[in-house]
């Protein structure tokens, strides 16, 4: 066990503050926490360990204007044996009967019962034994029920307690796991705000990705990663053909105006947002089309230009105005001019501009990015016939094939790095090989071949090393080692740079490594002006892009006149379809064969209603599946009880199902001191009923605390709470609303499926469900 330091405070205060500003934990009797430091359980551990057994002040039990009130570290036996418990709430000394032996509840309190951590096995694996399981409640993403033993853990879905790889990996944060989880119940609507509360264009995002959340799903430990470019798309292109329910004018206006220069991602992102929540915007873009890389840097045959051009036209829909064909700092508009008529400006100009590198005949090459540009305004001129792409990134390989598509009959792509270094897409790279161009990695130019006809070749030097030890790209050379490649065309793919002479005189923003320098928030040195995008980075994906407009559109919108009320959901217990412990194939696009394909049309085919059925069914819709630990907690619910602490008053239910880690609920230096419970009328019939598998010791397999209010016969009000069904106590509410009324006998088999209509076993613990009915029928025996 490692060492810390045991504390004895005599006060609260003096508990509340050593766990305020120390890294500590409480230890309320019991030997649960001692179990887990001596195991080495967690990733990480405290250095120091407060004992509140020194506060004799929270062991009480009382009554007190019909509230029983029962102080946090009165022992578990002690609340046994209490006789005003057992005059006055037996059910709550049944509880704490069944907890445990006699010697645990000699030691365990009240509310180290209601704090304790998670119990299930994956998440308790000692170190000691074997290696420490990262399950999703520690350093890990992967709940290990889903796909192994789970005979003891939720028939009610998951809950979530990080954030599933998907979503971590995706530089939007997108909700993967939620929208999946809409399009499984019909909710594709649904699913699609989910996605347009981070990224309003999936149409684009989904053609033109790298997917990084595939790099990350779990499913790729058991078969293939889920399809999820395949999904947002078909959601994507559902968006846009009913842009005029989804992207629509604001109800109201806020009368404050936001200018973009520039209409790339980050700035049409930001639009949307901005005339979202009633701003009015105007962007203004050199080129005769809005767009920016969407529209003229990326080829159509992976982004078909009317996609671009819909969603162009979605957002002038919403009241966004676009001006394109001006230039701002010339064509007689200025910087100023626009700053001074607008609330805040936002800067999204990419990099556009060529950057170069020293090598001996350089200015007879052309720039890769304008070769794109030319095709994309309908120049369809073969280039040469031997042609050298220099660079191994994204927009390299689209040179590179669009050169191909064009009809050259050699393409030569030759870049710095490994093949598995290259900054290039592992889907893009096969792409380029499936295109018959020849990739070369390990090579830097050192000079252009030329003659009195022009290029003739390049000549490449052997690239010893790319990055250093810290990982930054510092390219080493053995300029001993030379390679001739011929070719009548090069064109240089290796990096763009930003233009920035439009930003003159007080309007001349700060910059770093020739682009603008953005601070947290989108800030620029000069006040009112933000920016985003390429400009601020550099080359990046589409998605971040959008992430970085998103980002901007918030502090844009702080600026002018408050925030953009942007909320997460409350949290809840999400369900998967058991197909997904399946091991199954990923549904694949259908994508042209090389002899299909050309530069307008689009290579790949999106998938039909019928696969993407198949494919949601695949998510695993990752949480964690343990069930709740604490068998006073639905007792407790039942009786609506309050949890009583140094800082607030909050409701049992509140307490047990705001997060799946009960300590987790509680603030800095917050300490559990009181519960209080209400006692309730004489004709409420109260049952506690919990099937273990041993009488003494073992946890719940399933409990169930009831709460019937009777007269007449016939029930005037129910509680009805399972324990140990799912992550967190599980009130049943619909069963509650359908006793009112009715004789309690005569309800039961129906009470009792209408409890379980929405449980989700997994393989081995559908039993779970009818010892739940058991239970339920017996609650209603009387």
Not at 52 to 75: C, F, N
Not at 126 to 147: D, F, Q, W
Not at 593 to 606: N, Q
Request: net charge neutral; proline share 5%; glycine share 8%.
């Amino acid at each position: 066990m490692k060492s810390f330091k045991h504390v004895r405070p005599s006060t609260i205060s003096e508990v509340s503050s050593i766990l305020n500003k120390e890294k500590a934990v409480m230890l309320a009797g019991g030997t649960d926490l001692l179990g887990v430091l001596r195991e080495r359980i967690l990733p990480a551990y405290p250095d120091k360990v407060v004992s509140l057994s020194g506060l004799d002040e929270l062991k009480y039990i009382s009554e007190e204007k019909g509230v029983l009130k029962i102080g946090a570290m009165t022992t578990l036996n002690e609340l046994e044996k209490s006789d005003l418990v057992k005059e006055k709430l037996p059910v709550l000394t049944e509880a704490a009967h069944s907890i445990a032996s006699p010697i645990l509840r000699n030691s365990a309190t009240v509310g180290g019962n209601l704090c304790q951590d998670t119990r299930c096995w994956y998440y308790r694996y000692p170190h000691s034994i074997g290696g420490r399981v990262n399950c999703a409640r520690k350093e890990g993403n992967l709940c290990y029920a889903m796909m192994g033993e789970n005979r003891y853990h939720s028939i009610f879905g998951a809950a979530r307690v990080n954030d599933p790889p998907c979503r971590e990996k995706c530089p939007a944060c997108t909700d993967i796991a939620g929208y999946m989880e809409k399009l499984r119940t019909g909710d594709i609507d649904g699913a699609a705000q989910t996605i347009m509360d981070v990224n309003p264009m999936p149409a684009i995002t989904s053609r033109v990705c790298a997917h990084f959340c595939q790099e990350g799903c779990n499913r790729l430990r058991y078969d293939e990663s889920l399809n999820i470019g395949s999904i947002e798309r078909y959601v994507g292109d559902y968006i846009l053909a009913n842009a005029d329910r989804f992207m629509k004018a604001p109800g109201s206006e806020k009368n404050k105006k936001a200018s973009i220069v520039g209409t790339g991602p980050a700035g049409l992102t930001a639009a949307y947002y901005l005339r979202k929540h009633g701003y009015s915007v105007t962007m203004y873009e050199r080129m005769k089309e809005a767009g920016g890389c969407l529209m003229y840097a990326i080829p159509a045959y992976r982004l078909p230009k009317d996609i671009v051009r819909r969603f162009v036209a979605a957002l002038e829909n919403m009241g966004v105005e676009i001006r394109c064909g001006v230039s701002v700092g010339t064509d007689g508009l200025s910087m100023e001019e626009i700053y001074q008529k607008s609330d805040c400006v936002m800067l999204d100009t990419g990099t556009w501009k060529r950057p170069l590198i020293g090598v001996a005949g350089e200015e007879l090459t052309r720039f890769g990015l304008d070769f794109l540009v030319d095709v994309n305004n309908f120049i369809h001129e073969r280039p040469g016939a031997d042609v050298i792409v220099v660079g191994g990134g994204n927009v390299a390989v689209d040179v590179a094939i669009t050169a191909k598509r064009l009809g050259v009959p050699k393409v030569s792509m030759v870049c710095l790095e490994k093949r598995e270094e290259m900054p290039a897409g592992i889907e893009e790279i096969e792409r380029v090989l499936e295109e018959g161009v020849d990739l070369v990695n390990g090579w830097g130019p050192k000079r252009i071949l030329h003659g009195p006809g022009g290029v003739n070749g390049v000549e490449f030097k052997k690239v010893t090393s790319v990055f250093d030890k810290a990982g930054k790209f510092a390219p080493r050379y053995d300029e001993e080692k030379l390679m001739e490649v011929k070719g009548d065309v090069v064109l240089m793919a290796i990096g763009q740079k930003a233009d920035l002479g439009f930003l003159e005189g007080e309007f001349q923003v700060e910059t770093e490594r020739g682009r603008i320098k953005a601070v947290e928030g989108s800030n620029t040195s000069v006040e009112g002006i933000f920016a985003g995008g390429d400009v601020t980075t550099g080359p990046a994906t589409v998605i971040q892009a959008v992430t970085a407009g998103r980002n901007a559109s918030v502090s844009m919108s702080e600026y002018m006149c408050g925030d953009l009320d942007i909320t997460s959901p409350a949290p809840c217990l999400h369900r998967f379809d058991p197909i997904s412990r399946r091991r199954d194939p990923a549904v694949k696009q259908r994508v042209a064969t090389t002899s299909e394909r050309s530069l307008e049309k689009e290579d790949a085919s999106g998938i039909s209603e019928t696969d993407l059925q198949k494919e949601i069914a695949r998510c695993f819709n990752c949480g964690c599946m343990a069930v709740n630990p604490s068998d006073l907690s639905n007792v407790l619910i039942a009786l609506d009880a309050f949890i009583v602490t140094n800082m607030r008053r909050i409701s049992a239910e509140s307490f047990f199902t705001t997060d799946t880690r009960v300590p987790r609920t509680l603030e800095p230096g917050e300490i559990v001191l009181e519960v209080e419970i209400p006692l309730p009328a004489k004709e409420t019939i109260l049952r506690y009923d919990k099937f273990r598998l041993r009488k003494s010791i073992d946890f719940a397999v399933l409990s169930l605390a009831t709460a019937y209010t009777v007269r007449n016969g016939y029930i005037a009000d129910a509680r009805v709470v399972l324990g140990a069904a799912a992550p967190i106590p599980m009130r049943m509410y619909d069963v509650e609303r359908f006793l009112i009324g009715k004789i309690p006998s005569e309800a039961a088999d129906e009470a009792a499926e209408l409890a379980l209509k929405d449980a989700l076993p997994m393989e081995n613990n559908s039993y779970k469900i009818d010892i739940a009915k058991v239970l339920m029928k017996r609650s209603l025996a009387f």
